[in-house]
């Protein structure tokens, strides 16, 4: 009898082990890990993408999100971007911010996302036109809007008060920013205006937009730097800083410390920074009022933000990265990021409803003019090709050259946009 | 002194001092030798030497590592380096850089060591600590810092300018004064270490040689250019070449953070413009076609400027 | 030396205002509030000083973390910067194997190797060894240095030659020599040098900002990168904050060094 008990036991432990592999659940699959890289720091928009992948991994248990941060914001995350590539480990989502799309989207291998409109038609439905058109090149959509800004004028009442002005009346239109800004400067002493001069050109395309003119023609080869919309909207900056004085050229962080601290009244420069604005604003309470108008011409800005592209490779990481995608863009996500940040959703409907958003906004005030721009937001035009990226840089240098007031904006323009041409159509 | 080998017998002597030691094979001793320079030769070749090469290799493209597309442009990328506007801004601003930087970090410092040593060595030490601490921040802090000293409005520098009644310029925005703002904070933050190197060749000289030139009844400057200057030489050599090396490699995060190389490339400089070319166009073959002239021209003006000094520095006893 | 103290005095105390003062205001940022960074006025002392600057550095970004890291790798680089130089400049200086100037100038010269040429290959080679967001990782790569390879070689030429002798007649071998004769003798040398290493290396970002990409292997100075953010408005209290924190550990290796740095560039001679 004991000689059988060996084999009897195995035998039924076998049959044990089958039949438990019948009854008990498969064991549940790996996670699928993706990486998410991002630019939102502790202070803007960092607690909400931890709140956002928390409430995505409850609902998802099958995909982890590990998401990382990259310093210098847009530019720098590409930078890290692009070794990752060449090291054939690139996140599976990142943040690209618009005026690098279209490098990203013909110089990076990356997924291109317009077979998602056949297998996934509910999410496009809620996003307008003109929102989801930021994503679009050549035709095809490499990448889904997802932070959206518009410039804003903020502006201290305060010095608006001293001056004898009605703040709640701000300038609408630039003949107006330059009447009252003429009045602040001499009663008050204080420079009047300044517009942001980041190391892009998002504030000069918002102006050529703005008169009426358009950064990049419609057939892509030629830069509207030298048409007369823009020569004339870049020398009134110009005349600004140089003429009548009231403008100020400073560099981006300069600029911003300059109005925090009380010393220039109006300041052109990202909703995104609306927060920072609110909590550090020296003695009085920060006010915006949506972007000026070129005189009867509509409103026109050029929208800022990120759109989020795909990298991976993997099927299973890229099925992972559209379900996060899917959920940023989602109503509860949206309503997260949006709170988080000062950025737009980019399903605008979300922003009335009061389940959603609405709260938010209303006791926002400073998002009030963002949201009255939103209707009017024009795209941030990046350049295409391989050299897109150093066109950019002639177009900021210009700017630069044109703010320094050596020579008039129209001659500095026109050598700019020539080479800006050439460069295009390498 | 020397373990090395005469020449001569079929044996290999090692001279010491005068005293002869056989060992049995030179092979032996040198390759013991190669050994010893195993470690860091072999971190040098991986590390330094082979991306060189294969930077050099890729200076003969057109690519931004990542796109299938690579364009064999031969030696495109040079002439078109040659002719651009940045490069030559880069040059020159670099130069003056350079011209400043070797004045104030090795000339200042060596000032500030020598005034040290006339105070009570109490004072030196205080002197000394305030003196080296810039060095010890990070160059981003620095910069981050002294983006606000620079503010045209309120800053501090173009305040204290105002009060001595003196111009102030728009600092960071100025293309007449974007690299000096640059060079300033790249000064401030690296003198200190060229401060510590002069001191410790202040302290070599002994002290009877300025005793006994005093017994003469040399006077200070005399002391000071007969004695401390000479004896000093190969420590100035020593700070010359690293500063003229290091200098301008420094200036790249303060041109990064403070102005990116404008206004309009005012401000760019061979550092900086590497990095533009390489990391803000993703131009990665232009870039090293940049980093590998840059190098180059940096080893040949070392080389004549070691060779020249070489010759012209004797050394005492 | 020369007799003029006050003189002396007068010039020196006026640059080390001058050069102090922006340690001073980082310091002075770091303890105020933001309604007084951006009061616009100058103001060195805070009107009403507050730490929470660092404790909000303290929370956001993982501090005693990145810290901890900071501090591996720059000893880890510190340590294995000091051997190689030390093992390399032996060779060079005392052993002198024939091909020894050319070696001794293939080393010097890659100070002039801009970063930029070495940093994406090294990366490219590091991911591809799965060694990113690992401490070998950000440590290997930045052991090369050509300036402490030239500063020992000098030191160690300037030994009296009685001092080998001695090791090699009593029968000692090449290791014996390095480590009982040479090391102890040029002790405050190679102590100078690990101080300066350290501080380099402490101060490191482009590297480490490569290479750990991870939040919990980030170093100090890339983890302080959160507070800045140009599109949603830098931090500058807990920046500050932060930044004055992460200046203890270097100023404290300097102090107490000090002693050792001078002695040390004085036995160096820096004489040929």
Redesign the interface.
Known sequence: MAQLRKPLFYAALALLLALGRLLLPASAAEPVTIEYWH????????PAVTELVKLFESRHPDIKIVE????????GLM??L????????PPAVAQIGFNLTA?AAG???HVVLDKYRESDPEFFKGIPDNIMALGLFGGKLHGIPFGVSTPVMYYNPELFKAAGLDPDQPPQTWDEVQRQGQIIKQKTGK?AVYLQ???DEWIDQTLIWGNGGRPLSEDGKRVGWDSAPAIEAMQMWQDMVQKSKIA???????G???F????IAMCLT?I??Q???R?????FDVRSAPVPRFGGKPLATATGGNVLMIFASDPAQEKAAWEWIRFLLSPDGATIWTRG??YLPPRAALANDPRYLKPFFDQAPLMKAALDTFPYAKPWVSFPG??G??IT?TL???R??V??GKRPAEAILKEAAAQANTLLSR | MSLAAPAGSGSIALAVGGARVRLRRRWRANAVAYLYLAPAAALTAVFVYWPLVASAALSFY?W?????DRVAVGWQNYRDLVQSRAFRLSLVNTGQAAVALTVLTVLAPLILAVLVLQVTPRWRNVYRVVLFSPTVISMAIACAIW??M?????GVLNAALGLAGLPAP?W????DWAIWSIVLVTVWKTFGFNFVIYTAGLLAIPAELYQAARVDGASDAQLFRHITLPLLAPTTLFVLLTTFVLGPQNLFIPTQI???G????ASNNVGYLVY?LG?????VGYASAAATLIFLVFLVLTAIQFLLAERRIHYGG | MAARPRGAHLLLATTCLVVVFPMLWMISTALKS????????FRLWPAHATARNFSTAMT??PMLRLFANSLVVALGVTAAQALSSTLAAYACAILRPPGRHLWFALFVATMMVPFQVTM?PN??LI??LDL?NTYTGLIVPQVVTGYGIFMLRQTFKNLPGSLVEAGILDGANSWQVLWRIIVPATRTALVALSVLFFINTWNQYLWP??VS???LMKTLP?GM???????????WGPLMAAASMAVVPALLAYVVAQRYVLESFVAAGLKE
């Open positions: 630019i939102n720091s502790p202070t803007f928009g960092g990382k941060f990259q310093p210098g914001v847009y530019t930078q890290q692009q070794v990752s590539l060449a090291a054939k480990r490098y110089q990076f291998p420079l001069q980041p190391n100020a050229n400073l560099t981006w962080e300069e911003i410390q300059a925090l601290s009380g010393h990202t995104g920074r927060e920072h604005m909590k550090n604003a020296n003695g940040t000062g391989s050299r990226l150093e840089k900021i240098k210009a630069e050259e703010l320094e | 057109d931004n590592l990542v796109s299938p983006l606000w620079f503010h045209p409005l309120y728009a960071l925005s100025s293309s403070l102005t990116q404008g206004p309009n490339e533009q990391f803000e166009y993703f131009r | 933001p309604h007084e960074i951006f009061a616009g006025t956001q970004v994406i990366y490219l991911a591809r990113l900002l490569l990409t991870d939040k890339v990168q959160e507070f800045v953010s140009l599109e949603g408005g830098t931090n």
